[in-house]
């Protein structure tokens, strides 16, 4: 079978070889197996559902809530010679009507419908007649209330597959999966969780690193003058700090863009263009910009300011070296920045979404505090485990020295125990450094065994140490209306001395990776 799924390949797609992942894909879907795909975007999720939709009998539909790529998509495929149609809300009745019929005539390989489609019992009833061996589900995790893009019409494709009296084979893809939204796809698609398919979540060009406790508009002008021959774009949270970076970079003497959706849509588009054809160096921006650019030579993308979550950070710092050299991936993190983001999720979300949105952005805070590969952590994040280091990241190329950190570490976890667990990280340090504000008076810390057994170190010391403590796991957060500290298992064991704990350096800077080709 696979044979053939390889001369299918040749023929209608001109490529000599499947990518990792695809081949397996394919085999579980001919063996009738509903299964699950997750690789990152243009990582070819496409061909494993269009080889099978060449080889099954009856028409595999194709569900995508991208109506502005579907006509590409068909049109790509009729060019190849694969019979294939659509139907979406730019189609007339009249259309529909008569698309349906060359469906139900068996006329195409391939059926593409939005989501949307399936709350109609009328065009449900028309597919009884289809025979449809396959379902591909783009996009799946529009169907979890977890992932970024939820559409409640997603949750009508058990409707679909109610309408067959032979069951079709069920294949979910898509580029972000975290373990919670993997699981509602599995369970909300009747999917063995054993059928998943993750590959290639590892950027092998990118080097990535985080600055800790610099100035970064020094740093910022710096880097760019460093690297004046290349282009890059900087992500910042909020338009005014876009706002203010342009101008600083402007008056620094790089040409720099701007771009952001207060911006009246004639500038964004001129100065959009101006940094595609390279006569801006720099494109400062909010996550409005990147979405459908595809420009191939960016070398690095730097976050100014922390972004929400791990999803946003990959997608944007994805956007460098898409043409396969060396680029960098910076974060510039700053404590008040995740206040920021705080205060940016308190008022975008609905109420009940706000504790799962914290517990993503304290993804992202970990990410900057972890000693691990920092690729690793990414990978990790979107369920690849067992990935290599990368060597190339700011952690995996930090030569400083390794320091036992254990004794301190048992300290801090000893205090939050003394605390009752349920105080904040502030609170927390300030007892540790002996602190006499009134609420460490007013609680009766100054009487606990721990109180000021950190008097030695600042407070951003401490601070600095317990993000550390969380990124490793030996605290845990808990999201209330304010986020409060507990002592982890593994944290149990360092109380307990039955593990040690090294921290590289305690200065709070780190280094930067090289991008040397
Ligand atoms: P995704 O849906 O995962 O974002 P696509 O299916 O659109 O990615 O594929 C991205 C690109 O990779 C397309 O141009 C596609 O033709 C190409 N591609 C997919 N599979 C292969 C392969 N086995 N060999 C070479 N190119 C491939």
Redesign the pocket.
Same mark, same amino acid.
């Given at each position: 079978m696979l044979d053939k799924a390889r001369q299918l390949?040749q023929t209608y797609?001109g490529?000599? +070889?499947?990518?990792e992942g695809?081949e397996t894909v394919i085999n579980y879907v001919l063996d009738e197996n509903s299964s699950l795909c997750v690789?990152?975007?243009?990582?070819?999720? +496409?061909?494993?559902y269009?080889i099978p939709a060449l080889m099954l009998e009856g028409t595999t539909i194709v569900i995508s809530p991208l109506i502005s790529l579907m006509k590409d998509q068909v049109d790509t495929l009729i060019q190849a010679g694969i019979p294939a149609t659509f139907i979406n809300s730019t189609l007339t009745a009249e259309e529909v009507r008569q698309t349906m019929e060359e469906v139900q005539n068996g006329q195409y390989r391939l059926l593409y419908i939005a989501p949307e489609r399936l709350e109609s019992p009328n065009f449900l009833n028309q597919l009884k007649k289809v025979k449809v061996p396959l379902i591909a589900v783009?996009e799946a995790h529009c169907i979890s209330q977890w992932g970024h893009d939820f559409r409640p019409s997603y949750r009508a494709i058990h409707r679909l597959k109610e309408v067959f009296t032979e069951q079709p084979t069920v294949l979910a893809?898509t580029?972000t999966a975290t373990p919670a939204v993997r699981d509602d796809i599995c369970r909300l698609l009747q999917i063995q969780e054993d059928n998943t398919v993750i590959t290639g979540f590892a950027r092998s060009n990118l080097a990535f690193s985080v600055v800790l406790g610099q100035d970064k508009n020094k740093f910022l002008k710096e880097f760019i003058k460093k690297n004046a021959s290349e282009v890059g774009i900087i992500y910042a949270a909020t338009r005014k700090t876009v706002d203010l970076l342009y101008d600083l970079l402007n008056k620094a003497g790089i040409e720099t863009a701007k771009y952001h959706a207060g911006l009246p849509e004639s500038f964004r588009n001129s100065e959009q263009e101006r940094f595609l054809t390279d006569e801006a160096q720099v494109m400062v921006a909010t996550n409005a910009f990147g979405m459908g650019i595809d420009k191939s030579n960016v070398r690095y993308v730097i976050h100014y300011q922390l972004p929400k979550n791990m999803e946003s950070y990959y997608q944007e710092a994805g956007r460098a070296g898409r043409d396969g050299l060396p680029s960098e991936c910076v974060v510039l993190y700053a404590s008040q920045d995740v206040q920021t983001q705080r205060f940016l999720i308190d008022q975008a979300m609905d109420r009940d979404r706000i504790p799962q949105e914290l517990e993503k952005l304290q993804g992202m805070v970990d990410y900057c505090h972890t000693e691990n590969c920092l690729q690793q952590f990414i990978v990790t994040y979107f369920g690849e485990p067992d990935a290599p280091k990368c060597g190339r990241c700011g952690n995996c190329t930090d030569s400083r020295e390794v320091q036992d950190v254990t004794k301190e570490v048992q300290m801090v976890l000893s205090c939050v125990v003394r605390m009752g667990q349920r105080f904040g990280k502030t609170m927390t340090a300030q007892v540790l450094t002996g602190s006499e504000n009134k609420k460490v008076i007013d609680f009766g810390f100054t009487k606990l065994s721990t109180y000021g057994i950190l008097k030695g170190k600042s407070l951003k010391e401490v601070s600095g140490l317990m993000e550390f403590m969380i990124a490793e796991g030996f605290l845990s957060v808990k999201h209330g209306s304010l986020p409060t500290i507990y002592v982890s298992d593994a944290g149990k064991e360092v109380l307990l001395g039955n593990k040690r704990v090294e921290r590289k350096g305690v200065t709070v800077t780190k280094q930067i990776a090289k991008s040397d080709p």
């Open positions: 390949l797609f490529y000599d +070889s499947f990518r695809q690789m990152p975007t243009g990582g070819g999720k +496409s061909l494993c269009q783009d893809l580029a």
